[in-house]
């Protein structure tokens, strides 16, 4: 078995797994891309014993836990057959505004691990940061000189301090400062990559602990394995210039109760798990609530049968082009 070594991977490594040339989307045509990002596709597919080949005609939210924001447009008007959330609470919310059906999905990333039985190294160590993301749509501002002082000045335990950050902010080159300051840095890679999940999971699970300065996807995932999470460091500071789902402007994420909530159930420090801790994020991962493997089968044939098109993905299968262009940015990159 091969060490972990701490030791980050290389600036061309990094831009290399973000990029789009070598990504590997899977067998099938994407139809609405929340379903098929981060890997999710692939591990719906398989949960519910659906064909690897054939498109998701539903829809879903694109990370784990409750919404502290408004339901987003995209999601309440997307035509699909049906929606799916890793939230019970956003299944509730979902059900206020709009008739189309939508159900609990166990998270695409808690079937994945708990069908692999991975699970937290016996000599793992040091902590795991999560840096706050941008997007294409989103700003995300961290005031980088104090940050990384904050982190060199965490008690030995929590140490190696390695980062972990999202193929967005390395696209820009921000993982450059983290770089040259010392600090070895992670990726799971590009978002559209069905390996997302194995990629994250085999870099978080080396790690003893897991942090960041806001609250993500990734503390969910970090909790449900048995890894504590806590926050440390000033939030960032968020600024919306393109996403249409939110307000544009800066974000406020200070006075926001809901956001603020989930942040005090992870302010301390611990060195395990705590029982509410566990509850919150077993239940916003749909671990309790979601629909049975027969039931998500049941669905997605329901939704292929109401919105599909047998011939466009018969071509998509056959299309010499697409393994053409394929060739092609696997060159390129």
Request: with cysteine; aromatic share 16%.
């Amino acid at each position: 078995m091969t060490l972990f070594d701490y030791t980050g991977y290389s600036s061309r490594k990094l831009r290399r797994m973000s990029s789009y040339g070598h990504v590997r989307r899977g067998m099938a045509r994407w139809v609405n891309w929340p379903v098929e990002v981060y890997s999710f596709g692939r591990h719906i597919r398989e949960y519910a014993h659906y064909p690897a080949y054939l498109p998701l005609h539903v829809y879903s939210d694109h990370g784990a836990g409750p919404y502290w924001c408004n339901m987003p447009p995209n999601e309440l008007n997307s035509g699909a057959y049906c929606q799916f959330y890793h939230s019970p609470e956003n299944v509730k919310e979902f059900r206020k505004l709009s008739s189309r059906p939508c159900y609990t999905m166990l998270s695409p990333f808690v079937y994945y691990r708990r069908s692999r039985g991975v699970e937290k190294a016996p000599d793992a160590r040091g902590t795991l940061v999560f840096h706050s993301h941008s997007t294409p749509g989103y700003e995300v501002d961290t005031e980088m000189e104090s940050y990384q002082r904050m982190l060199r000045e965490l008690p030995e335990k929590y140490k190696p301090i390695c980062i972990s950050m999202h193929m967005h902010d390395i696209q820009k080159g921000r993982h450059e400062e983290f770089i040259r300051n010392g600090f070895p840095v992670y990726t799971a890679g590009n978002a559209s990559d069905y390996r997302f999940a194995e990629r994250f999971y085999e870099v978080l699970r080396h790690f003893r602990y897991a942090t960041s300065n806001s609250i993500g996807s990734y503390t969910f995932y970090a909790v449900e394995m048995g890894i504590p999470f806590f926050l440390a460091g000033t939030p960032p500071e968020l600024f919306n210039h393109s996403d249409p789902n939110c307000p544009p402007g800066a974000i406020d994420i200070e006075h926001n109760r809901k956001y603020q909530a989930m942040c005090r159930l992870f302010e301390a420090r611990n060195d395990q798990v705590t029982p509410e801790q566990k509850a919150f994020v077993e239940y916003h991962l749909g671990i309790h609530d979601c629909v049975t493997p027969e039931e998500m089968h049941r669905l997605l044939w329901e939704a292929y049968r109401a919105q599909g098109n047998p011939l466009l993905d018969l071509w998509f299968q056959v299309n010499p082009l697409r393994y053409l262009k394929m060739i092609w940015r696997y060159i390129r990159y």
